[in-house]
């Protein structure tokens, strides 16, 4: 029996940054729970490089979600890291943090201390922003945050023109005062390798002596002693074993395997456990529940000039820009695909930006069967303009199918299943047309490919994005916080309802989806949790 202070399952975007607060003090033991391998693998350090990871299994999860009638029947690819990092080792690194209204919501909701001006600063404490410090940036944080905007391919910049020429102002930091506009993201790179949570906060953590990780090493089970987490149970090289934790479990393994391992604990929906011949130990019915996640879409164009396309599909482009990236680590490979972007609303009467936009300097209309589109443009000069909503209104959910722990669990995100949500992408997409049809931009364009110029009719339109919509990879809510007991799983202070010696801290948590991109907001989320853990120690 191994005997550990604090229990953190998942090193993920979370789980990492609690793991280097939490043995800072060198007065506290951590053991690390990860189900996956290493994060020193060339593809997973390279930036473009998570293309290679898309698919592969020593690395990803390599989910499926159910067949989505919104999704005209599509069954999704949800891809999730399992290695050190998490998903942060495997993203597409684009830094958003999401809008202040955001944050503000999660504490009117009775979530005391998440609002903007409580996290502010947390996030600022992590950045080590490239562009300096101010009001809204930090400087000397663990997380380096990358300026692309003298690295981005000339059609970039076109684009930026193309968003002015529609009343969308020039936006150099979407983190910054207003987050509305169009600009070059920022990514989470330090000297052109990527600067995921494992980089940042776990591996300066393991150098500890008071620290312990655990590589492919699967949580199986919560201990418990009455009500009271005491340890996990986890398989390692096909044996069991446990390790015991004197002051807290903490379960950072992110939306899917967090409420899958609280539901094969006995902590979920009590009549679906019971279904399964699980003991309840605690029934709450929104383990699992309230599932959130922003749906995406491309608009592709074949351009009248020399895009990516034509460095990255040859062999001597591919060889050209690989030695580039080995030799000065910049160029395409030290990028995310997503150069360009923006925030938009789709009604000016709405508020605050209700859709993000992505430029990509290339296509993949033609990808090969199993790989990333990204590692195989089109033969022609493409480039793509994508959206996803910010704050959909669809639910969905994540339940255990087995009691097997082995065993993926079922995902249901009910995608487009409100008029809300289809409406907004409608309105979204007639955007898409109408920032392609600019000056600065049409005459770049030969011809739109998809969804191609007879797509006209809303009810084609709709059909279209439904079939070709899916995932950008940010799900969120499924151990939601909250006041109320009867709507969610953790408190405020990301303790378990109902039970002791637990807590959640990951994007499971997260009462409501943000704005944008989830990884900056699940790094926050880890300090904070880790802050609200050394203030309830005695």
């Not at 972007?341 to 199993?370: C, E, K, W």
Request: aromatic fraction near 8%; hydrophobic fraction near 40%; charged fraction near 20%.
């Amino acid at each position: 029996m191994q005997q550990y202070d604090f229990i953190i399952v998942g090193s993920g975007s979370s789980g990492s940054v609690v793991a280097e607060r939490l043995s800072a003090n060198g007065r506290h033991s951590v053991l690390v729970l990860e189900a996956g391998g290493t994060d020193r693998r060339f593809f997973v350090q390279m930036p473009l490089g998570y293309g290679k990871t898309f698919f592969d299994p020593a690395v990803n999860w390599n989910y499926k979600a159910e067949p989505d009638q919104g999704l005209a029947g599509n069954a999704d690819h949800w891809p999730r890291g399992k290695l050190l990092g998490g998903s942060s080792s495997i993203n597409a690194m684009v830094w958003i943090r999401g809008q202040r209204e955001d944050f503000d919501e999660w504490r009117d909701a009775g979530n005391a201390g998440w609002g903007y001006d409580d996290v502010l600063p947390i996030f600022k404490a992590i950045e080590d922003n490239e562009s300096g410090a101010d009001d809204w940036r930090g400087q000397g944080g663990p997380v380096h945050v990358t300026d692309l905007r003298r690295f981005v391919h000339p059609l970039c910049n076109l684009y930026l023109e193309a968003g002015q020429q529609v009343d969308l102002p020039l936006n150099a930091d979407f983190n910054g005062e207003r987050q509305e506009g169009v600009g070059v993201y920022q990514i989470s790179t330090r000297n052109g390798r990527r600067m995921s949570a494992a980089r940042a906060f776990l591996r300066p953590a393991m150098k500890r002596q008071n620290v312990r990780v655990e590589t492919n090493a699967l949580a199986t089970k919560i201990l418990f002693e009455g009500r009271r987490a005491v340890g996990i149970e986890y398989m390692k090289n096909g044996r069991t074993y446990q390790a015991r934790a004197g002051r807290e479990v903490i379960l950072s393994a992110g939306s899917i395997n967090t409420p899958q391992l609280l539901q094969l604990s006995g902590v979920g929906p009590a009549e679906h456990l019971r279904s399964l011949g699980i003991d309840v130990l605690h029934g709450n019915d929104n383990v699992g529940a309230h599932l959130q996640d922003h749906q995406g879409i491309n608009y592709t164009f074949k351009a009248r000039t020399a895009t990516l396309n034509q460095l990255l599909r040859p062999w001597w482009g591919k060889l050209a820009v690989g030695m580039r990236y080995l030799l000065l680590r910049n160029g395409p490979l030290a990028m995310s695909m997503n150069q360009g972007g923006g925030f938009f609303r789709t009604d000016p009467a709405i508020a605050r930006p209700n859709m993000q936009l992505y430029f990509q300097a290339f296509s993949t209309v033609l990808p090969r069967p199993g790989e990333r589109p990204i590692l195989s443009p089109d033969p022609w000069p493409g480039f793509s303009i994508g959206l996803s909503n910010c704050r959909p209104t669809s639910r969905g959910s994540i339940m255990i199918r087995t009691s097997d722990p082995n065993q993926h669990p079922k995902i249901v995100a009910n995608a487009f299943s409100t008029n809300h949500d289809v409406d907004e992408m409608l309105a979204a997409v007639k955007f898409l047309r109408k920032l392609a049809a600019t000056p600065a931009l049409s005459k770049m364009i030969d011809e739109e490919v998809l969804p191609g110029p007879s797509i006209t009719s809303d009810e084609a339109l709709i059909d279209d994005f439904r079939k070709r919509s899916g995932t950008v990879y940010h799900p969120v809510s499924t151990a939601r916080m909250g006041s109320d007991v009867s709507s969610s799983v953790v408190s405020s202070r990301l303790k378990v309802h109902g039970l002791e010696g637990l807590r959640v801290i990951d994007a499971s948590v997260f009462p409501s989806v943000i704005s944008g991109n989830t990884n900056a907001a699940a790094i926050m989320t880890g300090w904070k949790g880790a802050q609200l853990i050394q203030e309830d120690l005695p």
